[in-house]
């Protein structure tokens, strides 16, 4: 088993996960978007330290591996929350007011565009269309769709999540 130069991150049965995975697949065509999607399905994003793993694993620059981490928007280069709220900043919810929706939610988590609150219980995000155009301004957490925002229930729907 090949062995990494920098500091092992995650738990090492997480760490064992991916160099099993890499061991097993290292001879897959484009193996490094593969590894990058079964680093993200374990870590729950994808870290410098784990592209680090999966580029000294293939003997691949780390450059190369952040190239494809950056290239597609699947995967995250920093934590979410295991509560990820996504605000429409479309045309059609930001003519109706979603940008002041982002702006309360920004002060009442305490983080900025693509943030995680401390505590990792929320992420926040901004999205170009929910195709929910009819019920703007629109955000949804997880998969739950919320329409119609003014801004006034917000502490409750997030207080659903706590």
């Known amino acids: 088993m090949k062995k990494t130069s920098v500091p092992i991150y995650g738990t090492k049965e997480q760490t064992q996960a991916l160099l099993d995975w890499l061991e097993e697949n290292r001879e897959m065509p484009g193996v490094a978007l593969p590894a990058l999607q079964k680093a993200q399905e374990i870590y729950g994003y ?7 793993i999966i580029a000294d694993f293939l003997n691949k620059p780390l450059t190369e591996i952040y190239g494809v981490a950056t290239f597609y928007s699947q995967f995250n280069l920093e934590p979410k929350g295991r509560n990820r709220i996504s605000v429409c900043l479309g045309t059609a919810c930001y003519i109706k007011g979603s940008n002041r929706i982002y ?3 920004q002060e009442k988590l305490g983080v ?3 943030g995680c609150t401390a505590d990792g219980r929320f992420s926040l995000d901004a999205c170009r269309c929910l195709g929910c155009c009819g019920m703007a301004p629109v955000m949804m957490v997880n998969d739950d769709v919320y329409g119609n925002l003014t801004g006034e229930e917000l502490d409750a729907i997030l207080a659903k999540y706590q």
């Open 46 to 52: 994808v870290p410098r330290e784990v592209q680090q």
């Open 103 to 105: 702006q309360l939610l």
């Open 112 to 114: 900025e565009d693509g």
